[in-house]
């Protein structure tokens, strides 16, 4: 059993910067692929960003790129998504998720863990 608690969601204005953390505990992290997805209201989920735990290999959605970093503090096993220069649209529920040996880390599929979620609202 894996559990992934997510935190630090809020409410910022746009332009604003904010980092969502994801403790992650219960297996070895050998393997896996680490993943922030998003869902805003009446959508659908969709990825955010990725990073693949062996590699260090990062992964963005083409809306992010440039303005999100994914980063990891290996020791306590925390995954960290940095969001800056934040947007309307990007308000959402993001989502950590845990996946392993995954070949395509965009696809939601792929994951077998996920947190509860954590609510970032961006005002103008």
């Known amino acids: 059993q894996v559990q992934l608690v997510e935190s630090g969601g809020g409410l910022v204005q746009a332009g604003d910067s904010l980092r969502l953390s994801c403790a992650a505990s219960g297996r070895t992290f050998f393997g896996v692929v680490m993943g922030w997805f998003r869902q805003a209201p009446g959508k659908e989920r969709e990825f955010v960003a990725g990073?693949?735990?062996?590699?260090?290999?990062?992964y963005y959605a083409d809306s992010v790129k440039g303005r999100f970093t994914i980063s990891r503090d290996v020791a306590s096993n925390w995954v960290y998504l940095q969001m800056n220069r934040v947007r309307i649209e990007d308000t959402a529920d993001y989502y950590c998720?845990?996946?392993?040996?995954?070949?395509?880390?965009?696809?939601?599929?792929?994951?077998?863990?996920w947190g509860q979620g954590t609510r970032v609202t961006v005002s103008s």
């Open positions: 990073l693949r735990w062996s590699t260090g290999n990062v």
């Open positions: 998720a845990a996946g392993w040996y995954l070949r395509n880390p965009v696809a939601q599929s792929g994951y077998d863990y």
